[in-house]
C-alpha cells in the first residue's frame, strides 16, 4: 500500500484535488489488493486439497490424507476423483480471481479486441 501511494496516478488524483479518503480507497486500495487477490486465488485450491505431509505424519482426516490412502490403498478412482476435485477448485479459484482483477482494475476487461 505505501508502494502504491508513492505511484504518478495517486499523485496526479491528489493534484486534481481529490479528498485524501476517495484517492486512498478508489486509486491506491484498489491497485494495492491486487497481489493479495492473487495469492488468495492460489491458495484456494490448496486449501481444499489439504497438506499431504502434514496429514499423513498427524493422521488428521483431510483431501490429502484421502488421496494418499487411496493410492496406498490401490483405489485409484477414488485418488482420480479427489485429484479432479482438487484441479476443479483451483480452476475455480483461479476464475474468481480473474472475474475479480477486471472489478478492481478499469484497465482489465473482458472485450476481446481481436489480439
Not at 479528498?19 to 481444499?48: Q, S
Not at 484421502?66 to 476435485?85: Q, R, T
Amino acid at each position: 500500500m505505501m508502494g502504491e501511494l508513492r505511484q504518478d496516478y495517486v499523485r496526479t488524483a491528489r493534484a486534481k484535488g481529490l479528498g485524501e479518503g476517495r484517492v486512498v480507497w478508489r486509486h491506491a486500495l484498489r491497485n494495492a489488493t491486487i497481489p493479495i487477490v492473487t495469492i488468495v486465488a492460489l491458495e484456494f485450491g490448496a486449501l481444499f486439497s489439504g497438506a499431504l505431509v502434514t496429514e499423513t505424519m498427524f493422521a488428521w482426516p483431510g483431501m490429502g490424507k484421502l488421496i494418499y490412502d487411496s493410492i496406498m490403498g490401490n483405489d485409484l478412482n477414488v485418488a482420480l476423483v479427489a485429484l479432479l476435485f482438487a484441479t476443479l477448485t483451483t480452476l475455480a479459484g483461479n476464475l474468481l480471481a480473474d472475474a475479480a482483477y477486471a472489478g478492481l482494475d478499469p484497465r482489465i476487461s473482458f472485450k476481446g479486441d481481436g489480439a
